[in-house]
Antibody
Framework: EVQLLESGGGLVQPGGSLRLSCAVSGFTFSSFAMTWVRQAPGKGLEWLSAISSSGDKTNYADSVKGRFTVSRDNSKNTMYMQMNSLRAEDTAVYYC?????????????????WGKGTKVTVSS | EIVLTQSPATLSLSPGERATLSCRASQSVSSYLAWYQQKPGQAPRLLIYDASNRATGIPARFSGRGSGTDFTLTISSLEPEDFAVYYCQHRINWPRTFGGGTKVEI
């Protein structure tokens, strides 16, 4: 069974940092791109970042570019999101998600399996 | 950044009725659009990818169509478990974006 488990969320002061982890099992992690998505309380989904299967390609939403960094360790079956300079508007549930697969040799960057999410609260 | 506009914001229907949800893109996304379903307290679930392909395990009552800037998700006959929020998402360029969602309520 494919499983994704986020961790590392919590309460942090504005300007602080957190590192989220996404540990996966049940599939060949190194073969799939991965994505982070967040959802602020009572709001819709916000796409944040994606990373290729090898980790050599990353992309970000403008709202987090320069503050958040996505990475992965394929030997540990884990993806990370380093979040710096956190703001109140970063308060959300953060989901990691597995890519659907490949289309004509390129990742879809659609998300077919999701974790349950980890909550991040930025507040003084 | 491509803006996806979903309409209506809320759709009030009864079980057995047909639901038609719209997603309009601010510029062409070709057929590179997906639909997700999210129930309260749960992670989203992929329903449709590349406009019209059902994801694994998705019932045939869910169908998608469209290309360019206008897309539709249709639920042919609503089951009680279909009452949820639905989001569209494109993959034509970076950054990917989601629409604001349509809530299908009883």
């Amino acid at each position: 069974e494919v499983q994704l488990l986020e961790s590392g969320g919590g309460l942090v002061q504005p300007g602080g940092s957190l590192r989220l982890s996404c540990a996966v099992s049940g599939f060949t992690f190194s073969s799939f791109a991965m994505t982070w998505v967040r959802q602020a309380p009572g709001k819709g989904l916000e796409w944040l970042s994606a990373i290729s299967s090898s980790g050599d390609k990353t992309n970000y939403a403008d709202s987090v570019k320069g503050r958040f960094t996505v990475s992965r360790d394929n030997s540990k079956n884990t993806m990370y999101m380093q979040m710096n300079s956190l703001r109140a508007e970063d308060t959300a549930v953060y989901y990691c998600a597995k890519d659907l697969g490949y289309s004509f040799g390129q990742p879809y960057y659609y998300m077919d399996v999701w974790g349950k999410g980890t909550k991040v609260t930025v507040s003084s | 950044e491509i803006v996806l506009t979903q309409s209506p914001a809320t759709l009030s229907l009864s079980p057995g009725e047909r639901a038609t949800l719209s997603c309009r893109a601010s510029q062409s996304v070709s057929s590179y659009l997906a639909w997700y379903q999210q129930k309260p307290g749960q992670a989203p679930r992929l329903l449709i990818y590349d406009a019209s392909n059902r994801a694994t395990g998705i019932p045939a009552r869910f169908s998608g169509r469209g290309s360019g800037t206008d897309f539709t998700l249709t639920i042919s006959s609503l089951e009680p478990e279909d009452f949820a929020v639905y989001y569209c998402q494109h993959r034509i360029n970076w950054p990917r974006t989601f629409g604001g969602g349509t809530k299908v309520e009883i």
